[in-house]
């Protein structure tokens, strides 16, 4: 059952028999793999659609880079105070309650990483199809794909982590690539007299400004998924901070610097017109060759998110098992490899199905509420878990040098919060859904801990 850890602990007295085998470097790549997916590709053109100027596009991405940044800040303390395996899950559960880290880690497997697995992998998968023309159909494929990366990280974490980093350099080298190549196209400016649209009131500006705000965190989205594999990481105090911050860091220099190239070689609405705008930039850039050479680079950074995903959010449902609330199998560990082969096949095994019966997309339009609202929710356990720290006498030089203000903390909170009003004022069908899904989640977690009772 459940019980609350001293602040002093180590992660080896939380997270018997995972083995330390990760260094800052690999926690650093999967930070960044975390966050790089198929959305920088995308979204750019979905934000220039709704605001209509380069300065409120950039602006856009400059304040989501500042939002996500800050929420590496506060994860980097609660990181410090708590270098537990199941991160976001372990923060909850000894903040506020474990119900509700039990509610959150139902919603990772059932609505966010299995639904977003399954949309990425399936993304993989077309692209992977067009380059090859392989005769698969794009389900097959993207449950191969998923299917391969479950192999590969039952093998261990160290094997995993070898092949997110691999594929994180990879794709930050195909964005350095778009960068560069953008930078020296021809610009393509706005046609003489076509003038941009002009927002009506300050209300409007506002909403559209927070409408825009939505794929912008999702694209910024992923950077906390590291903290799952905290109780993995040497030196967890020390290197997993250092992680975060560098790793969200490097990511906004990469973000602001491709949305510049798009709106400096696309032009406003030649940019809110192109649905894969990477593609039309290296298009303009290098011919069809252009085209081709990005469309390798989004299937290899589509298939780094999938290999994080795996890697990552399976020690969540190893943590609900080690206390109690989810089936005792998911958390045994391999003697061998030291991995949670269970868990890690039963993240898996969802993505494949929901990849296989394409209700994805339905899916998808949980996430960005769901995540929103459980962001804002984790930033409040570091007031609490700072309490429990000072009543224990915990005044380590790690959380010390992490130390957020409460401003900060505050505003990431608001602003985390209102994306997530955003989102369902958008989509109020969908997001009620995933409301739903959330709810059901409550009297699963009683069950469990009446099997526990009687166990």
Known sequence: ???????????????????????????????????????????????????????????????????ALAGAFIYAELAALRPQVGGQYAYIREALHPGLAFIYGWT???VVQSGGMAAVAVTFARYFIELSHVGFSDRALAAAALAILTVINCLGVRAGSA??????????????ALIAFGLAAETHSQPAGQSQPIVRDQWSAITAFGAALVPVLFAYGGWQTASFVAG???????????????????????????????????????????????????????????????????????????????????????????????????????????APVVAIVLQGALAVIVAISGRYEQILNYVVSIDSLFFGVTAVCLFALRKQAARAGDNSSAARAFKVSAVVIVLFITAEWLVAASAVYKDPLHSAIG????????????FWQWRGARA
């Not at 409301?435 to 009683?446: N, R, S």
């Open 232 to 338: 993995e990481i040497r030196e967890p105090r020390k290197n997993l901070p250092r992680a975060l911050i560098i790793g969200v860091i490097g990511v906004v220099v990469l973000y602001l610097s491709v949305n510049f190239v798009c709106v400096r070689v696309l032009g406003v609405d030649g940019l809110a017109a192109a649905t894969t705008p990477a593609s039309e930039v290296m298009r303009i850039a290098l011919g069809e060759r252009g085209a081709r050479l990005i469309a390798i680079g989004i299937a290899i950074s589509t298939l780094g998110f999938l290999s994080q995903s795996i890697l990552t959010a399976p020690r969540v449902y190893f943590a609900m098992a080690s206390d109690g609330l989810f089936f005792k199998r998911v958390a045994w560990l391999h003697p061998k490899t030291h």
């Open 163 to 176: 092949l997110q980093s691999v594929l994180v350099v990879l794709k930050i080298a195909a964005i350095v």
């Open 435 to 446: 409301l739903v899904i959330l709810l059901a989640g409550i009297p699963v977690y009683f």
């Open 108 to 110: 990772l497997l059932l």
């Open 1 to 67: 059952m459940y019980q609350q850890v001293p602040s002093h602990s180590t992660a080896a007295h939380v997270a018997p028999g995972l083995a330390q085998r990760l260094g800052p470097f690999d926690a650093t790549m999967i930070v960044m793999g975390g966050i790089i997916g198929s959305g920088i590709f995308m979204n750019p053109h979905v934000v220039a659609g709704v605001v209509h100027t380069p300065l409120l596009i950039l602006g856009a991405w400059a304040v989501g880079g500042l939002i």
